[in-house]
C-alpha cells in the first residue's frame, strides 16, 4: 500500500483534492511547460504544501535567489518564512552559468552528487531542463542523438533516492531541450503533468494535463483548469467545455 504526501492547505484552495489527496511517496513528478506556462508556480504549491504537512521539503532554483523566492511566495500569499526558519523548507539557489569566469561545470553531477539537498523527503529541481541546457557535457552530444545515454546516471541517481522513499519533482520547459532530451524523463515519471496555456481576452487560461500518474490516491481528471492569482496562490476552476 502506498504512502502519500499530501499538498495541504485544504481550507484555502482545492489543490490537493484535484490531485487524488497527495502525490505517492518514492516518486518522480515531472512538471513540464514553456515559459510562463505555471510549472514553477505549481511546483512552489506543492513545495509549500508538502512542507505544511510537516514532511521535509528541499527546493533548488535555477533562477531565483533566496530573497527573491521569499517575495515570489509571499505575493502567492504562500508565507514560507517559517517553514524555512523552522527548517522544514530548504531552499538552494544554483548558478547555472558554466561559462563564469572560464570555469566548465559539470551540473548534472553536481546536482546528482550526496548533498543537503537530497536530506529532504520531498526534493524540488526547478528547473532540471536549466540544469540539462546548461551543462557542457550534455551540451557537447545535443544533436548527436546521444542525450538519452547521457541521462542514465541521472535516472539511476533519481532511482535509488525513491527506493528511499524520497520523492523528486522536476520541471522542465521543453522549449529549452531536445525532445529526445526530455523522452527518458517522461518515460521514467510516475507522475507526468503538460501544462498547457491558452489566451482567451485578457486572462490566461491554465491546464494541467495529467499524461501519467501512477498509484493515485484518488482519481485524478485528466485536466486539471487552475488560475494563479497574486495574493491567492493558485486556485483550481471548472470550466465547460462546449
Known amino acids: 500500500m502506498n504512502d502519500y504526501y499530501s499538498l495541504g492547505l485544504t ?11 497527495g502525490i505517492p511517496e518514492g516518486s ?12 514553477s508556480v505549481m511546483s512552489q504549491r506543492m513545495a509549500y504544501g508538502i512542507a505544511s504537512e510537516d514532511a521535509y521539503v528541499s527546493y533548488i532554483s535555477s533562477e531565483l535567489n533566496a530573497g527573491e ?19 522544514q523548507l530548504l531552499f538552494l539557489s544554483a548558478d547555472v552559468d558554466t561559462h563564469r569566469n572560464g570555469s566548465q561545470r559539470e551540473l548534472l553531477a553536481r546536482l ?29 552530444i545535443t ?9 542514465e546516471s541521472v535516472l539511476t541517481f533519481f532511482e535509488s533516492m525513491t527506493r528511499k522513499g524520497k520523492t523528486v519533482i522536476l520541471t522542465a520547459d521543453p522549449d529549452a531541450v531536445t525532445e529526445r532530451g526530455l523522452m527518458p524523463i517522461r518515460s521514467v515519471a510516475d507522475v507526468f503533468l503538460q501544462i498547457e496555456t491558452e489566451t482567451v481576452g485578457q486572462d490566461i487560461r491554465r491546464t494541467a494535463r495529467v499524461r501519467r500518474f501512477t498509484n493515485m490516491k484518488q482519481p485524478v481528471d485528466d485536466g486539471i483548469g487552475f488560475n494563479v492569482q497574486q495574493g491567492r496562490g493558485i486556485t483550481i476552476v471548472n470550466r465547460t467545455v462546449a
Not at 11 to 21: I, K, L, Q, Y
Not at 28 to 39: T, W
Not at 69 to 87: A, K, P, R
Open 11 to 21: 481550507d484555502s484552495d482545492r489543490v490537493n483534492h484535484a490531485f487524488g489527496g
Open 28 to 39: 518522480v513528478v515531472l512538471i513540464e511547460g514553456v515559459d510562463g506556462a505555471g510549472k
Open 69 to 87: 523566492f521569499i517575495t515570489q511566495m509571499h505575493s502567492l500569499s504562500y508565507d514560507v518564512v517559517e517553514h524555512l526558519l523552522g527548517g
Open 112 to 140: 546528482t552528487e550526496p548533498s543537503l539537498l537530497w536530506q529532504g523527503d520531498v526534493v524540488v529541481v526547478d528547473a532540471f531542463s536549466a540544469f540539462l541546457r546548461n551543462d557542457p557535457r550534455y551540451d557537447a
Open 143 to 151: 544533436g548527436v542523438g546521444d542525450e538519452d545515454h547521457a541521462m
